[in-house]
């Protein structure tokens, strides 16, 4: 997002109450945020264009939120929180031998980015990139969410071990940790390359390595 | 960079001389670009941080650069000669073994983040993350080093088939994919992170990956 010189007429405590605001104007706002910036950077977009996008008027932005920083902070929690719940869907599917939760759920990131033309990617990895433009409030908010992610990695990994499919003496953290550095890379270069290459041979790499341990 | 209406006083043919312009006023900005550009982001970075980085007045930039989006074109193919540069010193290297020359190049990167606080990563894996709010025209140019360095990184693993450090069975070319889609995304997580954690651990991954093949 641009520099703007944000007006600050939000008031401490709830939101007043608006009539003029339809109810969810506050998670419209936040959806087209996560559209955006999935695709953009926070430094090149300005806040006219979610607006834009969420058929919001500029009012009605600073009534819910502070700042167009405190509104990054609520967009890296909103996608933690969906994130989360989407990793949970893969990696706790009991249906699936646990490698293959993890295949499932790189299969289903790669048909999301299909979907959208590889033009989308992930949040937390733009404004991890762009991290020497951002306020310095979002490092450890964009760090805590890659250590979340992790450890929900890690415990599929265990699982893994412990059904036999990877040797137990692999350091399952440290595994889940090589996985989200090496999965942001592919999801970098996929669209950059429009394409889903860089998401299979990195996954192919990995269970590679994987099965090695 | 911001969005900017530029003026274009550039004449067709060789630039004419201006005697108040001091030889290598042009390199002088490409320096000062790569500088800020490893370490912010394009959309973030405003012609006059460049200008004033440099020490050069507006009117010398549109003198060698019709745009931005030329200037930026200009600072890829600079960063590419140099890093080509700089990846053949460390792959032919013939003084270390094939492997070695890979983790040499690893750990010379490394100190070079850490010696700017981990601030500057990669001008083509930032430019790479931002392509969605840049130019067209910057992207098969971006891809088109991707690929360069592929090359120069499958030559360096074959010199370790050939050397018997490596299974002589593995795809080269597609570890080298692996490799700098991994790389990248380790530059990305050592700047959020400022540590070299990540570099070190995609590296680990990557050697057992290649040990194993």
């Known amino acids: 997002m641009r520099a703007e010189t944000a007006p600050n007429p939000r008031?401490?405590?709830?939101?007043?109450?608006?009539?003029?605001?339809p109810d969810g104007t506050r998670e419209r706002l936040l959806r087209a945020g996560l559209a955006v910036l999935t695709e953009k950077g926070f430094s090149a977009v300005g806040i006219e264009e979610i607006l834009s996008a969420a058929g919001v008027p500029k009012g009605s932005f600073y009534h819910y939120f502070e700042s167009k920083e405190a509104f990054g902070l609520a967009l890296i929690d909103a996608y933690a929180a969906y994130f989360a719940a989407k990793l949970d869907r893969w990696f706790f599917d009991e249906s699936l031998a646990p490698l293959e939760r993890l295949k499932a759920f790189a299969a289903d990131a790669e048909a999301g980015m299909a979907k959208f033309g590889f033009r989308r990617g992930?949040?937390?990895?733009?404004?991890g990139q762009e991290m020497g433009s951002l306020p310095e409030s979002f490092r450890a908010r964009i760090a805590g969410v890659f250590t979340d992610w992790e450890a929900r990695t890690a415990a599929c990994l265990r699982a893994a071990q412990a059904a036999g499919e990877i040797a137990p003496e692999g350091d399952a953290e440290r595994l889940a940790r090589h996985f989200w550095i090496g999965w942001e890379g592919a999801v970098l270069r996929a669209k950059l390359d429009q394409s889903s290459a860089a998401l299979e041979i990195f996954m192919e790499g990995f269970m590679?390595?994987?099965?090695?341990k």
Chains 1, 2 share one sequence.
């Open 11 to 21: 008031k401490r405590g709830r939101p007043r109450k608006d009539p003029s605001l």
């Open 122 to 127: 992930c949040l937390v990895g733009n404004l």
């Open 208 to 212: 590679a390595l994987l099965e090695r």
